[in-house]
């Protein structure tokens, strides 16, 4: 090219940063309002002394890289979902397992109320506590399973405020069991809490009100919500109170549950004590087996019976709101914030947003094949 075809300006002293030599071999050079261009061709129709700027070009194909949070939060939520489909098949393999056996040996255990609690609650510590514990062993048992020291007034607020929303989730369940039987739908009995003696009492008592809490703490906010919690306090309530939720399969136990399980995690969250929600669940599993045997204690019929029951509901629903507005105004002196606690391979991320946090549980495949078991015990309700 020569340089006699481009102009030369006043401004730039030739072979002193001229625009006409560095841009002449294709090179960006500078205008003179010090924008990135080209030369404009003398002659070109609609031509005018200076330099057209660059316009950036997009690749032809760009990478779209996935955000760790999410990818994250999604694989884990996944796995920990696949717990409780591991409970639910060891749970049903047991009984079919045991009632085989019997049959072939010829005990009756159907008929027997008695034999049919003790099988029920002996199968729980297998079927709830050994997926979670083949999961943990590999894990930072500390980092999931915390018994923090916390204030004793403060934790017994906590426990207060978060039985009384348990309680208060009976009231939707309620609704949506009766929505469900005025459509024809009748609920599968359960060989809990049909009554009895003294001694279905007690083994019901220490059953449901001592063991299962425990064992049901352990693996849903002990495991679930404790690992979940490294995407965000947050998201790691809310998914672990669903999974705790249709875990109960039975569409008005899910909707309990579900309130129930936000209630005991954000309980074991503030205080950061297992132990805390730990009575939360057993009390309000205690309150459930003392109301099914009230006759025992009290001797009335059944509308008395089911009178005392909306009482103590609605003591507890009380003790719980003051218990609730308490720990609002208390809360900074009586759990003063802490230092948030890293795993031992030291992977925290930023919290997952709130549409971050619904889009991820949306995704999980594991979830949604858990609430087709659900719609299927649902629908299994209509043809009983």
Not at 234 to 245: D, E, H, P
């Amino acid at each position: 090219m020569n340089q006699a075809n481009y102009p030369s300006y006043p401004n730039y002293p030739e072979g002193q940063g001229c625009p006409a030599y560095p841009a002449y071999q294709g090179q960006p050079a500078q205008n003179l309002q010090g924008q990135q261009g080209y030369p404009a061709q003398q002659g070109y129709p609609g031509y005018t002394p200076g330099y057209y700027p660059v316009r950036p070009q997009a690749p032809a194909f760009a990478l779209r890289r996935k955000d760790p949070r999410r990818s994250g939060a999604l694989r884990t939520l996944n796995t920990v979902g696949l717990l409780i489909v591991a409970q639910t098949v060891l749970s049903f393999a047991l009984q079919a397992a045991v009632s085989v056996i019997c049959v072939a040996a010829g005990v009756n255990i159907m008929g027997d109320d008695l034999a049919m609690v003790m099988l029920s609650i002996g199968l729980s510590p297998v079927c709830t506590a050994l997926p979670p514990l083949i999961y943990m062993m590999k894990k930072d048992w500390n980092f999931h399973l915390r018994f923090g020291r916390s204030s004793f007034i403060g934790c017994v607020l906590v426990v207060l405020g978060g039985l009384g929303a348990c309680m208060a989730a009976n009231i939707p369940a309620a609704v949506i069991k009766e929505l469900l039987e005025d459509h024809g739908a009748k609920e599968l009995p359960s060989v809990l809490g049909n009554g009895g003696g003294w001694l279905n009492f007690w083994i019901e008592f220490l059953g449901v009100a001592v063991m299962v809490p425990v064992l049901e703490e352990f693996a849903f906010r002990g495991v679930i919500l404790s690992s979940l919690r490294r995407f965000g306090t947050g998201f790691a309530i809310a998914a672990s109170s669903v999974i705790f939720g249709m875990a109960h399969m039975q569409l008005s136990s899910v909707v309990f549950a579900t309130i129930a399980g936000v209630a005991m995690g954000a309980a074991y969250v503030i205080t950061g004590n297992l132990w805390v929600s730990v009575c939360i669940h057993a009390m309000n599993n205690g309150i459930a087996v003392i109301e099914s045997y009230y006759y025992l204690f009290t001797g009335w019929g059944q509308p008395k019976q089911e009178l005392l029951a909306g009482i103590t509901m609605a003591v507890a629903c009380a003790l719980g709101m003051l218990a609730l507005v308490l720990l609002l105004a208390l809360r900074k002196r009586l759990f003063p914030k802490r230092e948030p606690m890293v795993p031992a391979d030291g992977a925290l991320y930023a919290p997952l947003r709130v549409g971050e946090s619904i889009l991820t549980l949306l995704k999980s495949v594991v979830l949604w094949a858990i609430a087709a078991m659900v719609a299927v015990e649902t629908i299994m309700l209509f043809f009983i």
